[in-house]
């Protein structure tokens, strides 16, 4: 039923667009052939192109390291509840509200057909001008169905021959070939207000189109009249082409017209860019992890690069540093581009080394995949760092070796990394043996 609702959706967005263009640009026109076939091009168009789904891919980076989810209790904000009521209601009973409402229409449809094909079989068949008609009292008004054409039997001779040649120009142009499309789509869209009035469209334009063809052999006023005799007599059945249609006034309005300007058709083409802003918003979207060789991380575990950290257990673990852009390259060159993963395990952890005071300030933050995340939330405090007191760690400030950090003002420096042990070692040599503190200032050219 979702699905059938999300079609239906779109089906109607697209009769919206060509009923509107109709409605403002088209209706008022006399070249009622082209009319006829822009609104049949809306039909199909609303059956169709909804049926057609394009999409479009959206790459996204699979994280490198994953992170076990946190178990959240479920829980429904308060207010909810009622919300959640009414989708229950709906995903429940409105399936059985659509077919019941869908049966009785189908029901009375079928009556009325079944009205009509025994006054078929029961009713003497007349021929007159190329059509098989019934004239019976059953009768209030005259109307075509497919081939046969059923009028009063209270008409005068001229008034007979004008309403057999008006259903006669709805049989001939094959009119019911609309009207049984807008029937099927009136049952299946019971719910939608547009599909009937793009149906009254389809239907004022059929008669526009018998109209122009009776003027051609008949006075206007004589078929006016004819007309308005016919004025409260409204069709029964709506499968058919009725004679006495309820839109008589706007009938004479356009028999009067002039013939309007072909240049006025142009006015159909609007209804291209508005299909396709259509289709563009009926677009969906596929998520594709991107797992492109340039796309993964380096990853150097005590010392030595691997391929992949999945099968390193964390409690393993002793110690994880990330470096990206510039600390990266500068050490690792162009396999460090996409950020390079330190990591020492317990196995291989540095030897126990005596200690002395730096002062800097903290960044209180997380390693995750992808960078160090410093916390807004902690407020700028002296930290000891804790490094070798025999002799002087080595000082890599905005990639560049240094004597020593005395110089650097904290509020000055945007990040901090340490290295020791293995770790130093494997990227610096014997000159990170006392330990490796890596600075980033907020002022790096």
Not at 163 to 186: F, V
């Amino acid at each position: 039923m979702e699905d059938f609702g999300i079609y239906s959706l779109k089906a109607g967005v697209i009769l919206t667009v060509f009923w509107g263009i109709y409605l403002l640009f088209l209706q008022k026109e006399t070249f009622y052939r082209f009319n006829r076939g822009f609104l049949l091009t809306g039909l199909v168009a609303a059956i169709l192109l909804p049926l057609i789904v394009i999409r479009y891919t959206v790459e996204i980076s699979a994280p490198v390291i994953p992170i076990a989810p946190i178990a959240v209790p479920h829980t429904v904000p308060a207010g909810t509840t009622s919300f959640f009521s009414f989708l229950q209601f709906c995903n429940r009973w409105l399936p059985v509200i659509y077919l019941t409402v869908l049966a009785v229409l189908v029901c009375i449809r079928s009556a009325g057909l079944t009205l009509i094909i025994k006054s078929i079989r029961h009713n003497h068949l007349k021929q007159y001008i190329g059509c098989q008609f019934i004239e019976s009292t059953e009768f209030s008004h005259a109307f075509s169905f497919f081939k046969y054409v059923f009028i009063p039997s209270n008409l005068n001779e001229e008034e007979k021959n004008i309403i057999i040649k008006h259903e006669n120009a709805h049989i001939r142009q094959k009119h019911w070939i609309d009207l049984c499309i807008t029937n099927l789509l009136c049952l299946m869209w019971w719910f939608n207000p547009i599909v009937r009035l793009y149906e009254k469209a389809i239907r004022n334009n059929h008669e526009y189109l018998a109209d122009r063809e009776v003027l051609a052999d008949y006075q206007p006023e004589n078929y006016q009249q004819t007309l308005l005799n016919q004025w409260f007599q409204t069709p029964i059945y709506p499968i058919t082409n009725s004679f006495s249609h309820n839109n008589n006034l706007k009938r004479i309005n356009m028999m009067k017209k002039n013939i309007s300007n072909p240049t006025k058709k142009l006015f159909a083409l609007l209804a291209i860019p508005a299909l396709v802003i259509c289709l563009m918003g009926f677009s969906e979207k596929e998520y594709v992890v991107k797992d492109a060789e340039d796309d993964k991380h380096l990853y150097i575990v005590d010392g030595k690069e691997v391929s992949s950290v999945d099968d390193i257990l964390p409690e393993k673990i002793e110690s994880i540093t990330v470096l990206k852009n510039a600390a990266a390259t500068s050490v690792y060159g162009e396999k460090g581009k996409n950020s390079v993963i330190l990591i020492t395990t317990k196995a291989n952890a540095g030897q126990e080394v005596s200690q002395e005071t730096v002062q800097t300030p903290a960044r209180i933050g997380r390693i995750d995949s992808h960078s160090w995340i410093p916390s807004e939330t902690e407020q700028e405090k002296p930290v000891e760092l804790n490094m070798l007191t025999k002799n002087k760690p080595l000082y890599i400030v905005d990639e560049k070796e240094v004597t020593n950090i005395e110089n650097i003002l904290p509020e000055k420096i945007e990040s901090i990394t340490v290295l020791k042990d293995a770790s130093a070692t494997s990227i610096y040599g014997e000159r990170g043996k006392n330990g490796v503190i890596i600075i980033t200032s907020k002022t790096k050219p």
